[in-house]
C-alpha cells in the first residue's frame, strides 16, 4: 500500500515518490532505500541491512550508500533521514501513515495554526498568547471541510523560520501564524494566512482592542481563516457563530492556564485548580466545567481503576452541557466515563456528539477508537486512531500503545509487539496484551516477562484481579475470559 509522510506520497507499486510539486525524480536504489527506512519509523536501519536488500549479492562500497542517503536528503528535508554513527540510518519525519485509495474529489484543505509570539516581553505571558491560538485551533477544529493540526503538534514549531518546511513536516497546505501583546487591558493581535506551497499570503489583519473584545478577535480570524480556506478549497462554508464563554476575564486567564496543563497526561491533573478557581469566579462558565470533566475522568487511569471516579465527572459533565449542549469536551467526558462503566451505547452516542461537534480533535478520536475496539470493530477503531495521528504527527506515546491494542483485539499479534516495542515504557493495560500477544504467538518466554512485569506493578493483585482492572471492558465477555484464561495459563508456568 501506498505511504504518506508529511508532504509526500510513497506509491510502491508504481515505485514512484510524489511530493508537493509532483513526482520527485529517484533512482531505484534510493527508492528502496527510503522505502526500507519508512518501513521501521522511528528505528535504526543498520548499514549491512541495506546493503542485503538494496544491493543483494553484491559488494557495494559503504560511500556508495552515504551517495544515495546524500540524494535523498537533496530532494526531501534534510532532517527526515539521521545517520545514527557507527550503526547505521534512521527516519525522523512526521510518521508514515497507510495512504487510503486517491478519491475523485479534491481532499480537503489541510492546515496548522501555529502558536502566536508572545510580544509582551514577559515569559509568564506565554500561557495567553497560547491560549488564544488554541482557542482558534479549538474552533476551527469545528470545521468537517477543513484538516486541522492539534496543539501538540503544531505548537513544536514555536517560532519557525521557514513556512514552507513547517508545512512538509506537518503535511499541511496552509499556515496562520500570529502575535499577541497584552498591556494592561489592551491587547494587540496580528495574524496571517499563508499558502505554504506557494508562500502566498492570502489574509491578514491587526487588531488592536480592549481585552473584553478578544472572543470577538478569535471569532473573527477563525471565520477569516475559514471562508479563505473555503475559497481556495471552492467548498461551501457556513459560519459558525459561538456565544462569549465568559464575561470575567480572570476567569478566562486561569482557563488558559489549565489549557497549558490538560492536554499533557502527566500534568492533566495540574489544571485542576485552575479550573476550579475559574468556576468559582464564573459557575456559568461552561468550556471550564467540561475541561473539568475530561481532567476528572482521566484519574481513573492514576490510580487503580476506581469507577467511582467517573461519578464527579459525569456530575461536572452534566452541568457543562446543560450550560451549553454544544461544548464538546462535556460529550467527550461523558462517553468516556460510559465507555469505562460498560454503558456502550450510551457511551457512542455521547462520543458521536463529541465527534460532530468537533472532528479534528484527536483526543476525541482516540476515545472513539477506543469504543470502536471495546465493540468489537478493531478495523475502524485503526482507521480512527491513524485519523488522530494525521492531526497530531507529534504526539508521543499514546499512539503506540492503542494501536496496539486495538491490533491485538484485532489477532494481529505481531504487530501489536512491534507496535509496544516503539514504546520507552509500556503501561500495565498494555503489559496484560503484550502477554496475550506472546502466549498467542507460541513465545512463551516472553509471554513470562511480560507477565513478570505487570505482576510486579500489581503485587498485592491476583492475576484475575488484574485482568479485571486493565482489560475487562469489552462488550464481549468471551474476550475478557479468553485473556484471563491466557493469563492464568502464563502465570501457572511460573
Known sequence: MDLEFGNYRLKRAERLLLGPQGPVELSARSFDILAMLLEKPDEVIGKSELFDVVWPGLVVEENTLQVHVSALRKLLPAEMIVTVHGRGYKYAGPRPLTAAAEAAAPSRPSIAILPFDNMSGDPEQDYFSDGITEGIITELGKFKEFLVIARNSSFKF????????????????????????????????????????????????????????????????????????????????????????????????????????APVYDTSHEAEPFLRQAIKLDPEFAAAHAMLSVVQSIKF???????????????????????????????????????????????????????????????????????????????????????????????????????????????????????????????????????????????????????????????ERSVDEIVVSEVDYYEDPDVCSRYRAILRRIDGLE
Not at 512538509?168 to 494566512?193: A, P, T
Not at 478577535?217 to 471552492?234: G, K, N, P, S, V
Not at 486512531?385 to 506515546?397: F, L, S
Open 158 to 261: 514555536r517560532k519557525a523560520n521557514d513556512l514552507a518546511e513547517v508545512a512538509r513536516n506537518l503535511g499541511v497546505q496552509y499556515v496562520v501564524e500570529g502575535s499577541v501583546r497584552k498591556i494592561g487591558n489592551r491587547v494587540r493581535i496580528s495574524v496571517q494566512l499563508t499558502d505554504a506551497s506557494s508562500m502566498a499570503h492570502i489574509w491578514g489583519e491587526h487588531y488592536d482592542r480592549e481585552l473584553d473584545d478578544i472572543f470577538a478577535i478569535q471569532d473573527e480570524i477563525t471565520h477569516m481563516t475559514a471562508t479563505r480556506l473555503a475559497r481556495q478549497a471552492r467548498t461551501a462554508f457556513v459560519s459558525r457563530a459561538r456565544g462569549r464563554p465568559t464575561s470575567n476575564m480572570t476567569a478566562y486567564e486561569l482557563y488558559l492556564r489549565a489549557l497549558q496543563l
Open 301 to 459: 487511569f492514576w490510580v487503580f481503576y476506581n469507577p467511582g471516579l467517573f461519578q464527579p465527572a459525569l456530575e461536572i459533565a452534566r452541568t457543562a452541557l446543560q450550560l451549553d449542549p454544544d461544548e464538546a469536551y462535556g460529550h467527550l467526558a461523558t462517553g468516556l466515563a460510559l465507555l469505562y462503566l460498560r454503558q456502550f451505547r450510551q457511551s457512542e452516542l455521547s462520543l458521536d456528539r463529541a465527534l460532530s461537534l468537533n472532528p479534528n480533535d484527536p483526543f476525541i478520536l482516540t476515545v472513539h477508537a477506543l469504543l470502536l475496539n471495546f465493540t468489537n470493530r478493531p478495523d475502524e477503531a485503526l482507521e480512527e486512531i491513524t485519523e488522530a495521528q494525521r492531526r497530531d504527527p507529534y504526539a508521543v506515546g499514546w499512539y503506540e500503545d492503542f494501536c496496539g491494542i486495538i491490533l491485538t483485539t484485532a489477532g494481529r499479534y505481531r504487530e501489536a509487539i512491534a507496535s509496544y516495542g516503539k514504546m520507552a515504557t509500556v503501561p500495565s493495560w498494555s503489559l496484560a496484551r503484550l502477554v496475550v500477544c506472546h502466549a498467542e504467538l507460541g513465545e512463551i518466554e516472553p509471554a513470562r516477562d511480560a507477565l513478570a512485569k505487570l505482576k510486579a506493578l500489581w503485587p
